[in-house]
């Protein structure tokens, strides 16, 4: 999972800002208008940092009438650049307050297991953006334990359940496989074993953090480091649009600049605006590639800082 709920919010409530505060290039405002789903899965993918420059030149450079998928392209490299803002204000905090768990080997890949802030950063992002599932596109019952809160789940085996859709998608991705060609499935399938990640994430600690979150865990790694604190101005902006409610008194502007200050996820929207606003910047060519790669944060490493304060 890997945060994948708040990977999926900081984008959603950036753009959401970013739209709101007037100041994007109108393709922005037009790939976000009618792309928004596929911007989301750009959010939780990886190695943005690495193409994100080279695709916005080509999105530049094709804009409006060339170029393949290219509005899918430019709304899926603004969701990257959202997902990178939270990587960078997020993986130096866990390494941070969990030392313990990044000491033990593998516990930097991708195949390791989350750490406990990892997982509670979700787990709060999914009560306090989503509602805990009221609000688009996180369901209720996805943090569930055994989905119990949905009708459907009395009149299943859960075990079998889980265990037949999650052969039915893994037979889904491998059938889409680059190299199901003339050999068909069999072959794919016989060259997979030493590709495929496993799968690693215990969905069930979500589901106990969510109704049984450890309060020594959330003491540490939620309120004493500021994570999410939902008066930041910016943090409330941003959930009076996502609902569709009355806007606070402070302004996107004000707002933008208070985060500076304030809990982590009000940064991480901060930096996230940044990253947005420079991508609309070197799309209509108000700034250089060398003052975007500035921008972006490209010279400096994930790890770098780390401190919450």
């Given at each position: ?26 393709p922005f405002r037009t790939v976000l208008t009618r792309h928004w789903d596929f911007a989301r899965f750009g959010s939780t993918s990886r190695s943005g940092d690495r ?118 998608w893994q037979r889904t991705l491998q059938q889409q496989h680059p190299e199901r060609t003339a050999g068909g499935f069999a072959e794919a399938t016989a060259k997979a ?98 003052e975007a790669m500035k921008l972006f944060d490209l010279d400096r490493s994930h790890l770098q800082g780390g401190s919450y304060q």
């Amino acid at each position: 999972m890997s945060e994948h709920i708040a990977h999926v919010a900081v984008f959603e409530d950036c753009c959401r800002l970013a739209l709101h505060g007037g100041r994007l290039a109108g393709p922005f405002r037009t790939v976000l208008t009618r792309h928004w789903d596929f911007a989301r899965f750009g959010s939780t993918s990886r190695s943005g940092d690495r193409f994100s420059i080279p695709v916005l030149k080509y999105c530049r450079e094709h804009w409006p009438d060339g170029g393949k998928n290219v509005e899918e392209k430019l709304a899926f490299v603004v969701a990257w650049r959202c997902h990178q803002a939270a990587d960078r204000r997020f993986k130096p905090v866990y390494r941070e307050l969990e030392p313990e768990h990044y000491a033990k080997p593998n516990a930097d890949s991708e195949s390791g297991e989350p750490s406990e802030s990892r997982v509670l950063h979700d787990v709060v992002v999914y009560r306090e953006v989503y509602g805990a599932g009221e609000y688009a596109p996180f369901m209720r019952g996805l943090l569930d334990d055994r989905l119990h809160s949905l009708a459907g789940s009395q009149t299943l085996d859960y075990d079998a359940t889980f265990a037949a859709l999650g052969g039915v998608w893994q037979r889904t991705l491998q059938q889409q496989h680059p190299e199901r060609t003339a050999g068909g499935f069999a072959e794919a399938t016989a060259k997979a074993p030493g590709r495929f990640q496993r799968y690693y994430v215990d969905v069930q600690r979500y589901a106990e953090m969510l109704a049984n979150p450890d309060p020594d865990l959330m003491r540490r790694f939620i309120v004493e480091p500021n994570f999410y604190d939902r008066r930041d101005p910016l943090i409330a902006l941003a959930r009076a649009l996502q609902r569709k409610e009355s806007l606070p008194a402070v302004p996107f502007e004000k707002a933008y600049e208070l985060a500076a200050g304030q809990s982590q996820y009000a940064q991480s929207l901060r930096m996230g605006l940044r990253y947005v606003f420079a991508s609309s910047d070197f799309f209509e060519g108000k700034i250089s590639e060398a003052e975007a790669m500035k921008l972006f944060d490209l010279d400096r490493s994930h790890l770098q800082g780390g401190s919450y304060q």
